[in-house]
Nanobody
Framework: EAQLVESGGGLVQAGGSLRLSCAAS????????IGWFRQVPGKEREGVSC????????YYDDSVKGRFTISSDNAKNTVYLQMNSLKPEDTAVYYC?????????????????WGQGTQVTVSS
């Protein structure tokens, strides 16, 4: 059974940093796209970043480019999202997801497996 477990969320002041982790199991990790998404109440889930586990190619939404860094440790089946220079508007529940297909990008519809989410709150 495919499973994704996020961790690392919390409360941080504006300008601070957090590192989210996404531990994957139950599927072949070496050839998937892992994405990070976020959602606030009343809004649609939006894509933040993604990485190809096979070649390390990354993609970032413009809203986080230059502040967030996605990385993958294939030996640990884990993807990280390093978030620096956090802003109050980054406050959301953050989810990681896996896409075993041939797609690429941060469209939530392309992803088959989802974690339960971790709350990130940035205070001003």
């Amino acid at each position: 059974e495919a499973q994704l477990v996020e961790s690392g969320g919390g409360l941080v002041q504006a300008g601070g940093s957090l590192r989210l982790s996404c531990a994957a199991s139950g599927f072949t990790f070496d050839d998937v796209v892992i994405g990070w998404f976020r959602q606030v109440p009343g809004k649609e889930r939006e894509g933040v970043s993604c990485i190809s586990s096979s070649d390390g190619t990354t993609y970032y939404d413009d809203s986080v480019k230059g502040r967030f860094t996605i990385s993958s440790d294939n030996a640990k089946n884990t993807v990280y999202l390093q978030m620096n220079s956090l802003k109050p508007e980054d406050t959301a529940v953050y989810y990681c997801a896996a896409d075993e297909g041939t797609g690429w990008g941060i469209d939530p519809e392309e992803y088959e497996y989802w974690g339960q989410g971790t709350q990130v709150t940035v205070s001003s």
